[in-house]
T-cell receptor
Framework: DGGITQSPKYLFRKEGQNVTLSCEQN?????MYWYRQDPGQGLRLIYY???????QKGDIAEGYSVSREKKESFPLTVTSAQKNPTAFYLC????????????FGQGTRLTVV | LAKTTQPISMDSYEGQEVNITCSHN???????ITWYQQFPSQGPRFIIQ???TKVTNEVASLFIPADRKSSTLSLPRVSLSDTAVYYC????????????FGSGTKLNVKP
């Protein structure tokens, strides 16, 4: 079945370590996105990519990095520079055309101790 | 970018119709209105989208008045499984969509 796969579902890391969250889609979508969600809050855009080999900062990009070397993959690295990395991270994709819907993965819950 | 305002939370009972209203006073001419549903520890999923008047699908209806400054998501005969957060998104009708999510409305359906 087509969809977006995020892995792992739960991730624990020690403070000061970089960690990479995986996001893979087989929907043949050009656009991909990373969001962060804190308890009881909405989604905040970290990075987005309109097309392979290109990506742009969202509203809260500090302390994060991404790559888009393949159309299907958009990994997110949470670096040690991120002050409060513990959160629920969501990856999404879309065709990139206007008025189309975003398809989301199941999320990765990152806990930094 | 059109700002949206929704109630923080709503309570309902099983079998009732629920209407969630979203205000978007500065909606642009080309903007569409889209609603998403999110269950705990899951990603949001698309419910319905519209531009004007009324749109209906198998799970919901979307009512948009002529001035388009607000919209109402209507869920018929809700069940406990409809307990979720509902987000109203506006735009863009042109250029690239970054899908900005606000805080949403937490709907709590009681037995």
């Amino acid at each position: 079945d087509g969809g977006i796969t995020q892995s792992p579902k739960y991730l624990f890391r020690k403070e000061g370590q970089n960690v990479t969250l995986s996001c893979e889609q087989n929907l043949n979508h050009d656009a991909m996105y990373w969001y962060r969600q804190d308890p009881g809050q909405g989604l905040r855009l970290i990075y987005y990519s309109q097309i392979v080999n290109d990506f742009q900062k969202g509203d809260i990009a500090e302390g994060y990095s991404v790559s888009r070397e393949k159309k299907e993959s958009f990994p997110l690295t949470v670096t040690s520079a991120q002050k409060n990395p513990t959160a629920f991270y969501l990856c999404a994709s879309s065709t990139g055309q206007v008025n189309t819907e975003a398809f989301f993965g199941q999320g990765t819950r990152l806990t930094v101790v | 970018l059109a700002k949206t305002t929704q109630p923080i939370s709503m309570d309902s009972y099983e079998g009732q119709e629920v209407n969630i209203t979203c205000s978007h006073n500065n909606i642009a001419t080309n903007d569409y209105i889209t609603w998403y549903q999110q269950f705990p520890s899951q990603g949001p999923r698309f419910i319905i989208q519209g531009y004007k008047t009324k749109v209906t699908n198998e799970v919901a209806s979307l009512f948009i008045p002529a001035d388009r400054k607000s919209s109402t998501l209507s869920l018929p005969r809700v069940s406990l499984s409809d307990t979720a957060v509902y987000y109203c998104l506006v735009g863009p009708g042109y250029n690239f969509n970054k899908f900005y999510f606000g805080s949403g409305t937490k709907l709590n359906v009681k037995p």
